[in-house]
């Protein structure tokens, strides 16, 4: 009889072991909490400097490091981190001029702006068509412009081939 309660122990005892490595991550329903939060946030497009996100944060936080849900947590913790933290410097526009002493290619590239701006104020796209393409024109013609014009002293003459 004794033989035949054997296997008995071994399947409980296998049963127990994948309860307690399937059954026992915390982190997973923590993460699940957490991300629910997340996403009923990012739904209702709250900015992520409000303090809603604070919540957000300490609950991901929580989620403990041995948890396998726990890289996704600190993708979650990194996106919240670069939307909250200060914005770069916006680079330096280039726009165009006109008058005495501007090149060409400044000068289409204030006929591009002109464009750029009449274009974001049209309303309907009766307007918004023709300006659409005059300004892609423009685009390609400052390119052109720009590919063919030189800084003063790189003609290539300097370096010992004809001028231009």
Not at 21 to 28: H, Y
Request: charged share 25%.
């Amino acid at each position: 009889m004794w033989t035949a309660f054997r296997p008995l122990p071994a399947a409980l005892s296998l049963v127990f072991c994948w309860v307690l490595f399937t059954g026992c991550d915390s982190g997973k329903k923590q993460f699940q909490e957490a991300n629910a939060q997340y996403e009923a946030l990012v739904d209702r497009g709250v900015p992520p400097t409000d303090p809603a996100w604070d919540a957000v944060v300490a609950s991901l936080e929580k989620v403990p490091a041995n948890s396998r849900s726990r890289p996704e947590a600190d993708k979650r913790l990194s996106a919240i981190r670069g939307l909250r933290g200060s914005l770069p410097p916006r680079p330096l526009a280039t726009p165009g001029a006109t008058g005495p002493g501007t090149s060409e290619a400044d000068v289409k590239r204030a006929a591009c702006e002109a464009l750029a701006k009449k274009l974001g104020q049209a309303s309907d796209e009766a307007t918004r068509e023709p300006l659409h393409k005059a300004l892609e024109q423009c685009h390609a013609d400052l390119v052109r412009l720009e590919a063919k014009s030189h800084p003063p002293g790189e003609e290539g003459h300097e370096h010992g081939s004809p001028p231009h």
